[in-house]
């Protein structure tokens, strides 16, 4: 699935963006999901609210055609944040096998989102679902990554409980569903480069097998570093993550030698073992 942020026209910046405690609760159901329940944590504020993400109970397949004898396609969403400059544009693509996805749009409406526009358009790689969609509470689009976070994790549950055979093709499906996904090896799967885009950024280019939390995730490692992200593109293909990001220090460019800190910090942080992986 593909993922696209974009803050460029925002006044908002990820220069403040504080650890995360908890696991996030995105209203998945807790029995499923229990290490993605973390308290949401805006940015700008210590005030603390909850994400709750629910799915209205309905058939197994989301208004979408699905052939058990067909090869499964991987599942891509993205979030652009870049192509329209008053909205959030999801694109969600498994196929040619998704319907209206009218249960997704109501699952991103209890987020506290608005869908202002929806499109459907075809290609040879399936049939792309697309909605612009902005914050009910300001009518902008979203600016807090956590919530970019919630949307991401939203849309992928949906396409777990409509679509389970998308299980073996998602992150996710490790955790609840019916075809348990092949392992990725983060060492091979991770890349990372950094290059100049112009004297007054730079571009962050990663990939890595994607895991709940990552864009998060990624987003306060490299502010922990005062790099500011101001625009920024995320992508879940299937079970990896890409991500691009726009980023300055100070207004500026990146200059080499914070580059190689980027680099290296990034690379330490998503190869390094989990606490349960990790021997004592």
Not at 45 to 65: K, L, N, Y
Not at 88 to 104: K, M
Not at 222 to 250: C, M, R, W
Request: negative net charge; aromatic residues 6%.
């Amino acid at each position: 699935m593909a993922v696209s942020l974009a803050f460029a026209n925002l006044p908002f910046q990820f220069s403040n963006v504080k650890a995360v405690e908890n696991p996030l609760c995105f209203g998945l159901a807790p029995t499923q999901l229990p290490f993605l329940c973390k308290e949401r944590r805006r940015l700008s504020s210590s005030t603390r609210t909850i994400i709750v993400v629910q799915a209205s109970s309905a058939p197994t397949i989301e208004d979408g055609s699905q052939n058990e004898t067909d090869a499964i396609p991987t599942p891509k969403v993205i979030i652009d944040q870049d192509s329209d400059p008053d909205a959030t544009v999801v694109e969600i693509t498994f196929g040619d096998r998704l319907g209206a996805l009218l249960d997704t749009m109501n699952a991103l409406k209890n987020l506290g989102l608005n869908v202002v526009k929806a499109n459907v358009f075809l290609d040879s790689s399936g049939k792309h679902n697309t909605f612009a969609i902005t914050k009910s509470s300001t009518g902008r689009k979203v600016d807090d990554p956590e919530l970019l976070e919630a949307i991401r994790l939203t849309i992928i549950n949906n396409l777990l409980q409509y679509h389970p055979e998308s299980s073996s093709q998602l992150a996710m499906g490790i955790a609840f569903g019916v075809e348990q996904p092949k392992q990725v090896d983060v060492d091979i799967a991770t890349r990372i480069k950094v290059k100049d885009d112009g004297p007054d950024r730079s571009l962050f280019l990663v990939e890595t097998a994607d895991r709940p939390g990552l864009l998060l995730d990624l987003v306060k490692n490299i502010t922990d570093i005062n790099i500011s992200v101001e625009s920024g593109e995320f992508d879940t293909e299937g079970l990896l993550a890409k991500a691009k990001f726009h980023v300055s220090y100070k207004g500026k460019a990146i200059s080499k030698p914070l580059q190689q800190v980027l680099g290296n910090s990034l690379r330490y942080f998503l190869r390094r073992p989990t606490t349960e992986e990790a021997s004592f």
